[in-house]
């Protein structure tokens, strides 16, 4: 089969981007009140050891998926490590659902409400997921074609208002951010993004230096996206808003542009990698109740019932206090999820090595 890379790259780069300029930024700048570069980088060097460590461990394997994996060893291997990782991609579904749909209501669909935008979301996401992998990583090749160069156009125009001496100070000797709820809440952005790595092989092929290569093309994103808010308003004002910056965006005035408001343009696009992030999600959690129910079962069948769920659970998030709540909960099943799985992968795939080597 031919190798998928730059397809795996562009797909990962586009969920992140989708992650990236909503709550991030808020996260971040409620972590520290000076040099938030730290904690930035912190977290994305945390991010890179995680997929360095994962596709090693999934390499030694050569070709096979998560599922296959676990399995081969038992089946309460398989449950330890994929009972919380369904769980965790349920919640982790329903409630950027629910976060996603807020967040379009409030800057240009006021009068929508809430459950339409949500049903809506979940429709395109389900349609993807019932393409299979390979159609969605298609998918995002197009969307890649579409929609970056109206990214990169908004992120340059969003600089026209930035006064650079925010910047400073550029050092904290104080790391107390580390202990912050809200900078754990900041890992949905640096690896709540990744886990399919383990589940598209064999059926999307990939090289694994290309990923971890392809995934430092993520830092200038993960800067701008807490910087031009901070170098627009200043760190006491930047930290007063839930979408900083989204309002920062907001600010920005082109004359010459024959539509008013450019944040539209970037929510649009934004929004639209936030489908295939669900989509791809949710695609997981199909892929692991495959392997639960009888075969008969048709996975259209699977997608109608998980996206059912999702809207169920979703629309019975009353408020956005109630969505931050579940953000922090579902951090620390995420911490789990993400250190467990990379580390249990690396040390199996290094046992199965040492076993063929012995036999041989």
Same mark, same amino acid.
């Given at each position: 089969?031919?190798?998928?890379?730059?397809?795996? $790259?562009?797909?990962?780069?586009?969920?992140?981007?989708?992650?990236?300029?909503?709550?991030?930024?808020?996260?971040?700048?409620?972590?520290?009140?000076?040099?938030?570069?730290?904690?930035?980088?912190?977290?994305?060097?945390?991010?890179?050891?995680?997929?360095?460590?994962? =596709?090693? #461990?999934?390499?030694?394997?050569?070709?096979?998926?998560?599922?296959?994996?676990?399995?081969?060893?038992?089946?309460?291997?398989?449950?330890?490590?994929?009972?919380?990782?369904?769980?965790?991609?349920?919640?982790?579904?329903?409630? =950027?659902?629910? +976060?996603? +749909?807020?967040?379009?209501?409030?800057?240009?669909?006021?009068?929508?409400?809430?459950?339409?935008?949500?049903?809506? =979301?979940?429709?395109?996401?389900?349609?993807?997921?019932s393409?299979?992998?390979? +159609?969605?990583?298609?998918?995002?090749?197009?969307?890649?074609?579409?929609?970056?160069?109206?990214? +990169?156009?908004?992120?340059?125009?969003?600089?026209?208002n930035?006064?650079?001496?925010?910047?400073?100070?550029?050092?904290?000797?104080?790391?107390?951010?580390?202990?912050?709820?809200?900078?754990?809440?900041?890992?949905?952005?640096?690896? #709540?993004?990744?886990?399919?790595?383990?589940?598209?092989?064999?059926?999307?092929?990939? !090289?694994? !230096?290309?990923?971890?290569?392809?995934?430092l093309?993520?830092?200038?994103?993960?800067?701008?996206?807490?910087y031009?808010?901070?170098?627009?308003? #200043?760190?006491?004002?930047?930290?007063?808003?839930?979408?900083?910056?989204?309002?920062? $965006?907001?600010?920005?005035?082109?004359?010459w542009?024959?539509?008013?408001?450019i944040?539209?343009?970037?929510?649009?696009?934004? $929004?639209?990698?936030?489908?295939?992030?669900?989509?791809?999600?949710?695609?997981?959690? $199909?892929?692991?109740?495959?392997?639960?129910?009888?075969?008969?079962?048709?996975?259209?069948?699977?997608?109608?019932?998980?996206?059912?769920?999702?809207f169920?659970?979703?629309?019975?998030?009353?408020?956005?206090?109630?969505?931050?709540?579940?953000? #922090?909960?579902?951090?620390?099943?995420?911490?789990?999820?993400?250190?467990?799985i990379?580390?249990?992968?690396?040390?199996?795939?290094?046992?199965?090595?040492?076993?063929?080597?012995?036999?041989?």
């Amino acid at each position: 089969m031919m190798d998928k890379s730059l397809q795996v $790259v562009l797909v990962h780069i586009l969920i992140h981007i989708g992650l990236i300029f909503f709550i991030f930024p808020t996260n971040i700048i409620d972590t520290t009140t000076a040099a938030h570069w730290i904690p930035i980088l912190l977290g994305f060097l945390f991010h890179w050891i995680l997929i360095s460590l994962y =596709t090693k #461990g999934l390499s030694l394997f050569e070709s096979q998926n998560l599922l296959d994996i676990y399995i081969q060893f038992s089946k309460p291997v398989a449950v330890i490590f994929l009972l919380p990782l369904f769980i965790y991609t349920f919640m982790v579904t329903s409630v =950027t659902i629910r +976060a996603y +749909a807020e967040t379009i209501s409030l800057v240009f669909l006021s009068d929508t409400p809430l459950w339409a935008i949500m049903l809506l =979301t979940l429709l395109i996401s389900g349609y993807i997921t019932s393409l299979g992998v390979q +159609a969605l990583f298609r998918t995002g090749m197009l969307m890649a074609l579409i929609f970056f160069p109206l990214i +990169a156009f908004v992120l340059c125009m969003s600089f026209q208002n930035v006064d650079w001496h925010y910047i400073f100070p550029l050092w904290n000797r104080h790391f107390s951010f580390l202990t912050n709820p809200d900078y754990l809440e900041s890992s949905f952005a640096f690896f #709540g993004g990744f886990m399919y790595l383990g589940f598209i092989q064999p059926k999307v092929l990939f !090289k694994r !230096k290309k990923i971890i290569w392809g995934s430092l093309l993520l830092l200038p994103f993960f800067l701008m996206a807490v910087y031009i808010p901070l170098l627009t308003f #200043g760190e006491e004002t930047a930290s007063q808003y839930h979408f900083p910056f989204i309002v920062a $965006v907001d600010t920005i005035d082109i004359t010459w542009l024959m539509f008013d408001r450019i944040t539209m343009f970037f929510l649009l696009c934004t $929004v639209t990698f936030v489908m295939l992030f669900t989509a791809l999600t949710a695609w997981i959690n $199909v892929e692991i109740l495959r392997r639960c129910i009888p075969k008969s079962i048709r996975t259209s069948y699977i997608v109608i019932g998980l996206s059912l769920l999702t809207f169920i659970m979703g629309i019975n998030i009353p408020d956005w206090r109630d969505v931050e709540l579940l953000f #922090g909960l579902n951090a620390w099943m995420r911490l789990y999820v993400y250190l467990t799985i990379p580390s249990s992968i690396f040390i199996l795939g290094w046992i199965s090595r040492r076993k063929e080597a012995a036999a041989a």
